[in-house]
């Protein structure tokens, strides 16, 4: 299962503001041309999240697991399905994580606190999901040793996302296409996925343009949710920058 590139990827929160409302935007994003769909794991300390993802984290209606099994198939809204959880939250049942994961469809689990915070569990990460049948996929920033990006890419994930910025939805006067083509040549063939305050096409363009195979915007639709056609019309705005 791999990702077309270049690629537009949508982040949520599971059953955020509702479970009721969290499907009905998952019918509609069914036909929105995303290429690839970001499921948050609802949890109470989401520490690599900014304030608007982290308002959704508190706001979700289930938490952790029960907030992702409230959607019995995601491959139905989206042909490559990703849950996003905290590792800190599932020291000691990755399994049980990996299991949800494969149950409802998902394509991999992506940890954004693995690399940073939990390295001597990469391993067992790999492992688990090999053993459920599951991609691997990696969250990494410009600060990540670059000996280990390129171990992590000779793994042959789905993806290596890379956080363009402290945490999602803050733009900081940082360079980022220049850290953006300096992981590209790091990860080589790997499907080089960005995210962090994605909000206009131009900013898209100069990404895909950087190295970038594909973008992830998360807080910038969030923030449009109550009005579903103005995010619905936002993503096909974004998705507008994936081309010259």
């Keep these: 299962m791999g990702i077309s590139r270049p690629a537009l990827g949508l982040y949520l929160t ?15 994003v069914r036909d929105a041309e995303v290429d690839f769909l970001e499921v948050g794991i609802p949890t109470r300390n989401p520490k690599y999240d900014g304030p608007v993802i982290r308002m959704a984290h508190r706001g979700a209606e289930l938490m952790g697991l029960d907030a992702v099994k409230a959607v019995d198939d995601y491959s139905k809204y989206s042909r490559v399905p990703v849950l996003m959880g905290y590792v800190s939250d599932y020291l000691n049942s990755l ?16 940890f954004p606190d693995l690399i940073f915070d939990y390295p ?6 790999v492992e688990v999901m090999r053993s459920n049948g599951l991609a691997l996929s990696f969250f990494i920033s410009s600060k990540t040793p670059y000996r280990l990006i390129r171990s992590l890419s000779e793994l042959k994930p789905l993806f290596i996302y890379l956080g363009l910025y402290a945490a999602t939805g803050i733009k900081l006067p940082i360079y980022i296409e220049q850290n953006v083509a300096t992981i590209r040549g790091i990860v080589g063939d790997s499907f080089l996925v960005v995210g962090f305050a994605i909000n206009s096409p131009d900013m898209v363009r100069s990404l895909i ?16 949710i109550s009005d579903l056609n103005d995010a619905l019309s936002f993503l096909k705005w974004l998705r507008g920058g994936l081309h010259e």
């Design 120 to 125: 001597e569990l990469i391993g067992k990460y």
């Design 209 to 224: 343009k950087a190295g970038a195979d594909g973008v992830v915007v998360g807080s910038a639709f969030i923030q449009r």
């Design 95 to 110: 399994n049980d994580v990996a299991k949800v994961a494969k149950d409802v469809g998902a394509a991999t689990v992506l």
């Design 14 to 28: 599971a059953t955020y503001p509702s479970t009721r409302r969290f499907l009905e935007v998952l019918d509609k």
